[in-house]
């Protein structure tokens, strides 16, 4: 099924696996202008490189879901909450988006952010999910701060249920990974969605960033599809 501010991919099942990737997509509107250089469109702060891919993947699973934001988190950031002004950023990572600002916030709201809400919130409350993975992914450095290295191949975020990443942690450790704990990110800080759709309602769910250098080519999205396959599926017996 394909919406304009979301896409699903395969079937969600009860008891089943929902990746869930807000920022997997760089597509905007034909009536939107941003006003920024097409180039940056292939960047971090339009897109979390290589989540759709893996997502689509994992998909191939029967048992597994993929919901997919279906337009660029600069047009709508469905990962942040309606009040906070960088639903709809005028500046991410230093650069100015001008097509974002003086605008009609509340139709741009209505129209990407509540329809991607609450499409998310009716899958997973009339197919209840054995875990959903919220998944996203990092820049091995911020443009505006080259000199900060982050080592990590994957983190793990949450807020105040850590049950998931607890029981992932050690899985992830075992491939020879190097797993941060609430890094790059804090889940408590950018929690919008696990908020809304898993802890508030108290979902088993594990949420991720991958580092983008690992996962910007096919085979690299295959090896992180494989593997989360398995760590979902061990995650989800272990929170039975």
């Known amino acids: 099924m394909i919406h304009e501010a979301y896409r699903i991919v395969g079937t969600p099942r009860f008891g089943g696996i929902l990746v869930v990737a807000d920022h997997a997509s760089n597509r905007v509107p034909d009536d939107i202008a941003l006003g920024i250089d097409a180039a940056l469109m292939d960047e971090h702060i339009a897109i979390d490189t290589g989540v759709a891919g893996i997502a689509e993947k994992m998909a191939r699973n029967t048992g597994t879901a993929a919901f997919l934001g279906n337009v660029s988190r600069l047009v709508c950031d469905t990962n942040r909450d309606e009040t906070d002004p960088a639903a709809i950023p005028e500046r991410s990572d230093g650069r100015v988006i001008p097509g974002n600002l003086d605008i009609d916030r509340e139709a741009r709201l209505a129209r990407f952010h509540r329809p991607f809400h609450e499409a998310l919130g009716e899958i997973l409350h009339g197919t209840p999910q054995a875990l959903t993975l919220i998944l996203h992914s990092f820049t091995p450095a911020l443009e505006t701060r080259p000199d900060e290295e982050r080592p990590w ?27 941060g704990d609430q890094l790059p990110y804090s889940g408590k800080i950018y929690n919008s969605t696990i908020c809304r759709h898993v802890e508030g309602e108290g979902r088993p769910y594990l949420y991720l960033e991958v580092r983008q250098d690992l996962i910007a080519d096919d085979a690299g999205q295959e090896e992180w599809a494989e593997r989360l396959t398995r760590i979902c599926n061990e995650v989800a017996i272990g929170l039975e």
């Open 153 to 179: 191949h994957c983190g793990l975020l949450y807020d105040e249920d850590d049950r998931g990443a607890r029981l992932a942690e050690p899985l992830l450790d075992a491939d020879g990974l190097i797993v």
